[in-house]
């Protein structure tokens, strides 16, 4: 049985003084590790230069083993690891630290009785990827049961059975939800399981290079017994580091330069307290004053060429095809349109620092039908069928049109990234017809065509349609070698900050490597975004964020179960809290994730939230046949507008989809890519929603607690969901009522204060110190800040 930790001391080892550029690792992260199980930890993802030597301890209360060739880290853990566990890694002679993290498990049982004659059932969901081969279930008993024991971490999971290669939900749940895509999955809810949350420190003060944190102790009033500071991976001095009697810390940061200032802990009951960074520039906390060119203050604006402005109708070119609608064929916008409406001011007064545009390569010049029934046919409008990998669609726009949107953006300062294509191209690109080696087949060994088989066994090798032919990468190094060139190609041509990289999960890990080492060795001085897409589990999303590879992608997790809230008439906004915190221990409290309200693959959120599209909807058939109207309901645009709230308000990358600061109307693909409208065509609502979103928009480029402040809980009560928002001096008091009545809550704050204002109204409310009475109007939200 393991001893509990009983008072409070501090652990420290004594640092080499460093600076980033004579670091050997780039900041690790804290490795999740399940109870009992073994995880692999890539190394070399954070090596800053090569040959690089690492030397790790024996354990007793854990298995390391590393492996020099490969740069990977094997740690098993075991039942009676500790929850929080430091590892002390010497490398290139100093002490590094390395925290696991052991997550308890929970052993669920799923059973599925088949008919009779059935040969084979698997359970396959979120916890494995859709695998629909990994876990299959056995009738041991000969009773018709079939069944197996899973272990699984304590939170909420869909899922589905395979029964011979049907999908099915469970028969013997009644909880189930829609999979976004037409269907639905089964869901699972261990959460119940979970131990009694700790406590957490909060960033409350800043004077000079003092640094004070406080504690916020848990309901049972356990406080650290066990704290560790770091600095870029380093230990910091003891002397570097002030106790406080509440459990707090003061933390020196003279002689700091820039990086990631870390403190975990270990409490009384030995619990993980949650992991708090503080990112410094120079030593001091950063902030929009001292961020130069980091991007944690970005707010992005993603939109489709084809479908935002028409700037030369002379460009236009429609491809003529009888079988093809309007809604899948070109309709003109393009590249000058773009620039037009930054030389406006457009983006300028929406508070955006960077726009993501679709991909410009030439696309071809006929429609296509799909292979999946019923057979819709389309054009590559959207820029995702390139048939040349280094020559712009004329039907966007020349070089010399490209080159002037990048440039007057950056005169506005704002940034621009490209989505680039690395999966697949068109069939009649020249390296499909030239290299067929290059590429895999679309037919599976067993026969089946492998066509949007987003299983996990076939994520590598499936195509998106018939005339899309995927790269076979791990096959063909010189594939990849080509491809990246032409990325760098567009880079340097064209001065772009980052890529928006498509279809990530669906390219190796091998590519993206050598993507971003040629990015870094080419042009170390510039400080590139990239951005992924990735659908599945947060472990496999997050498999792709690291230095070596991409600094984000969209943060899915927080995007369905959000907007699920936020579209209701009605919530319970307890769900929700849950998930954030959850998100904030997996993510990290500081990161560049993607936080979205609707993409150019996704249901428009207005549709949703106005009734007349549901989550159950095939969106693409509602977008031909059955699309919906103009907005109905004035609550829809206040519901989208405190979705928004959410995401500016919580760690990552705001995305703005265009059309979604002023609830442009839409289901799924095409419908959701309707032709942007601008202010001459808006109406009253749709102005007050374009105002919130600016007003918004520069709250986050300018206010860092929204970005990089941590995040305390207050209240998540049915429609109502409050939390603190605090970083060192500035405090904003976040809150989300999403009910059609109005309301009165009484709040017990974590932090005392005289008032708080409303930084969207300028409406003052009284504080009696940490007691607060507010009144919440129908499908509202509240940025308030403490002074």
């Known amino acids: 049985m393991r001893k509990k930790q009983i008072g409070f001391f501090l652990f420290f080892l004594v640092a080499c003084s460093s600076t980033p550029n004579e670091d050997s690792l780039a900041p690790l992260p804290v490795v999740r590790c399940p109870a009992g199980s073994e995880i692999t930890l890539t190394m070399s993802n954070y090596f800053t230069r090569d040959g690089i030597q690492i030397d790790v301890p024996r354990m007793d209360a854990l298995q390391l083993r590393y492996n020099r060739e490969s740069g990977t880290l094997q740690i098993k853990t075991t039942e009676e690891t500790p929850a929080l ?189 949650p992991e708090n960074v503080t990112l410094l520039s120079a030593g001091k906390p950063l902030s929009p004053d001292n961020a130069g060119d980091d991007w944690h203050f970005t707010v992005l604006y993603n939109l489709m060429i084809d479908r935002f402005y028409n700037g030369n109708p002379e460009n236009d070119q429609p491809i003529d095809d009888a079988r093809l609608p309007d809604l899948a064929n070109f309709m003109g916008g393009d590249l000058v349109g773009i620039t037009e409406k930054i030389k406006a001011g457009y983006f300028d007064r929406l508070g955006i620092n960077t726009i993501w545009v679709s991909p410009v390569q030439r ?53 621009v990234l490209l989505d680039f294509v690395t999966n697949h191209v068109h069939k009649n690109h020249p390296y499909f017809k030239n290299h067929r080696n290059w590429f895999g087949s679309v037919t599976l060994p067993d026969g089946r065509i492998n066509i949007r088989n987003w299983s996990e066994e076939t994520r590598l090798t499936t195509w998106f ?101 936020f579209v209701a008439d009605s919530t319970d906004f307890a769900p929700l809290q849950d998930i954030i915190q959850t998100n904030l221990s997996v993510v990290g409290p500081t990161h560049l994730m993607g936080n979205i309200t609707s993409s150019h693959d996704q249901l428009r959120f207005i549709g949703l939230a106005d009734g007349q599209v549901n989550f159950s909807d095939d969106g693409t058939r509602r977008s031909f046949e059955d699309p919906p109207g103009p907005v109905q309901h004035g609550s829809s645009y206040k519901k989208l507008a405190a979705f928004h709230a959410l995401d500016m308000a919580l760690p990552g990358v705001p995305v703005i989809y265009y059309g979604d600061e002023i609830g442009l109307m839409g289901a799924g693909d095409p419908g959701n890519r309707r032709p942007m409208r601008f202010q001459d065509n808006w109406s009253p609502e749709e102005k007050d929603l374009a105002e919130v979103v600016s007003r918004l928009s520069q709250l986050r480029r300018t206010r860092p607690t929204l970005a990089l402040g941590d995040l305390i809980p207050v209240l998540a009560d049915g429609p109502v969901m409050v939390f603190l928002k605090t970083y060192f001096d500035d405090r904003i008091l976040v809150v989300f009522h999403q009910s059609p009545r109005e309301e009165t809550v009484e709040l017990e704050l974590p932090v005392a204060g005289n008032r708080l204002v409303n930084l969207l109204t300028g409406k003052e409310t009284g504080l009696s110190g940490n007691r607060l009475r507010l009144k919440l109007k129908p499908y509202s939200f509240q940025y308030l800040e403490y002074r």
Do not use: C
Request: charged share 25%.
């Open 85 to 273: 566990l430091r590892i002390p890694l010497t490398v290139d002679g100093q002490i590094l630290d390395l925290f696991v993290q052991t997550l308890p498990m929970v052993a669920h049982r799923f059973t599925f009785t088949p008919d009779p004659g059935v040969k084979n059932v698997v359970v396959m969901g979120g916890f494995n990827d859709w695998s629909r081969t990994a876990l299959p279930l056995r009738d041991e008993d000969g009773d018709g049961t079939w069944e197996r024991t899973v272990y699984l971490k304590p939170d909420r999971h869909e899922y589905k059975f395979v029964v011979d290669g049907e999908e099915l939900i469970d028969p013997e749940n009644p909880v189930f939800i829609s999979n976004n895509i037409g269907g639905w999955n089964s869901i699972l809810d261990l959460t119940q399981y979970r131990k009694t949350p700790p406590g957490q420190f909060w960033k409350a003060a800043v004077k000079g290079h003092k640094l004070t944190y406080r504690f916020l102790p848990p309901e049972d009033g356990a406080r650290p017994a066990q704290i560790w500071v770091s600095f870029n991976n380093h230990p910091l001095h003891p002397d570097q580091v002030d106790p406080q009697p509440d459990g707090g810390i003061v933390v020196n940061t003279r002689g700091l330069g820039s990086g990631k200032l870390r403190i975990m802990a270990l409490d009384a009951r030995g619990r993980a307290i």
């Open 363 to 415: 696309q071809p010049d006929s429609a296509y039908a799909e292979y999946i029934q019923p057979h819709r046919v389309y054009s590559g409008y959207h820029g995702y069928w390139p048939i040349l990998p280094r020559q712009i669609d004329p039907r966007f726009g020349s070089e010399q049109e490209l080159h002037e949107l990048v440039d007057t953006a950056h005169q506005h300062g704002i940034r």
């Open 465 to 565: 349609d018939t005339f899309l032919p995927s790269f076979d990468y791990p096959d063909n190094p010189e594939a990849i070698q080509q491809v990246v060139q032409d990325a760098l190609w567009w880079l340097e041509t064209f001065r772009f900050d980052g890529f928006r990289q498509d279809a990530v999960k669906h390219v190796p890990h091998a590519f993206w490597k050598t993507l971003t080492r040629e990015m870094k060795s080419r042009f170390p001085e510039k400080q590139y975004y990239q951005i992924g897409e990735t659908f599945g589990s947060d472990e496999l999303i997050l498999s792709y964020v690291n230095p070596a590879e991409l600094d984000a992608q969209f943060n899915f997790s927080i995007y369905f179960n959000a907007r699920t809230h």
